[in-house]
């Protein structure tokens, strides 16, 4: 079946470093892929998304770009700050209106 | 602002007792909404798919009679934790489609159930 592999956290950074939080995934055809995160005593909320292969998604300077050769779906930013301290998951659908396949979550802590 | 609400946000109840968690989208109707739980440190497993006018599926593992769930209108789906023990203690969290082709999940801010 489907499945997404993240690297383990936590990962703690110092502010302004750069972010890197590396996913993977396992799935037929072709699925649109997440990044959601979940801050302190909140719900999960939308960070970005790609919805095919080579598309990058952006939101609050992450990045993270469809890469279907190494079915990879890299977050990245350049320079973090303590605000983006959270949860990140990554996560596939194969299509509107199913439920998402998400990985384990990976904790990152920046301190200033 | 938030797009589905769930009620309550945290709920204690002691061993056998039953627990109703609401989730509701506020501006939109979804005749399709998830429900998942949430272990601590682990990642969000889908439980089952509620379906609005018709029962809910559920994933390989999850007890239908003991987590029912009842889409009774296109913005209420609960999920009710019959004879709740310490080990349905977790963080339940659903979802709702929305969109043209209802491709971006909404999620609701989760319900932390403990059980005592």
């Given at each position: 079946g489907d499945s997404v592999t993240q690297m383990e956290g936590p990962v703690t950074l110092s502010e302004e470093a750069f972010l890197t939080i590396n996913c993977t995934y396992t799935a037929t055809g072709y699925p649109s892929l997440f990044w959601y995160v979940q801050y302190p005593g909140e719900g999960l909320q939308l960070l970005l998304k790609a919805t095919k292969a080579d598309d990058k998604g952006s939101n609050k300077g992450f990045e993270a770009t469809y890469r279907k050769e190494t079915t990879s779906f890299h977050l990245e930013k350049g320079s973090v700050q303590v605000s983006d301290s959270a949860v990140y998951f990554c996560a596939l659908q194969h299509s509107g209106n199913t439920p998402l396949v998400f990985g384990k979550g990976t904790r990152l802590s920046v301190i200033a | 602002?938030?797009?589905?609400?769930?009620?309550?946000?945290?709920?204690?109840?002691?061993s056998g007792t039953s627990v109703k968690i609401e989730c509701r989208s506020l501006d939109f109707q979804a005749t399709t909404m998830f429900w998942y739980r949430q272990f601590p440190k682990q990642?969000?497993?889908?439980m089952a798919t509620s379906n609005e006018g018709s029962k809910a599926t559920y994933e390989q593992g999850v007890e239908k009679d003991k987590f029912l769930i009842n889409h009774a209108s296109l913005t209420l789906s609960t999920l009710t934790v019959t004879s709740a023990h310490p080990e349905d203690s977790s963080f339940y969290i659903c979802s709702a489609p929305r969109g043209v082709g209802q491709e971006t999940q909404y999620f609701g801010p989760?319900?932390?159930?403990?059980?005592l």
């Amino acid at each position: 079946g489907d499945s997404v592999t993240q690297m383990e956290g936590p990962v703690t950074l110092s502010e302004e470093a750069f972010l890197t939080i590396n996913c993977t995934y396992t799935a037929t055809g072709y699925p649109s892929l997440f990044w959601y995160v979940q801050y302190p005593g909140e719900g999960l909320q939308l960070l970005l998304k790609a919805t095919k292969a080579d598309d990058k998604g952006s939101n609050k300077g992450f990045e993270a770009t469809y890469r279907k050769e190494t079915t990879s779906f890299h977050l990245e930013k350049g320079s973090v700050q303590v605000s983006d301290s959270a949860v990140y998951f990554c996560a596939l659908q194969h299509s509107g209106n199913t439920p998402l396949v998400f990985g384990k979550g990976t904790r990152l802590s920046v301190i200033a | 602002g938030a797009v589905v609400s769930q009620h309550p946000s945290r709920v204690i109840c002691k061993s056998g007792t039953s627990v109703k968690i609401e989730c509701r989208s506020l501006d939109f109707q979804a005749t399709t909404m998830f429900w998942y739980r949430q272990f601590p440190k682990q990642s969000l497993m889908l439980m089952a798919t509620s379906n609005e006018g018709s029962k809910a599926t559920y994933e390989q593992g999850v007890e239908k009679d003991k987590f029912l769930i009842n889409h009774a209108s296109l913005t209420l789906s609960t999920l009710t934790v019959t004879s709740a023990h310490p080990e349905d203690s977790s963080f339940y969290i659903c979802s709702a489609p929305r969109g043209v082709g209802q491709e971006t999940q909404y999620f609701g801010p989760g319900t932390r159930l403990l059980v005592l």
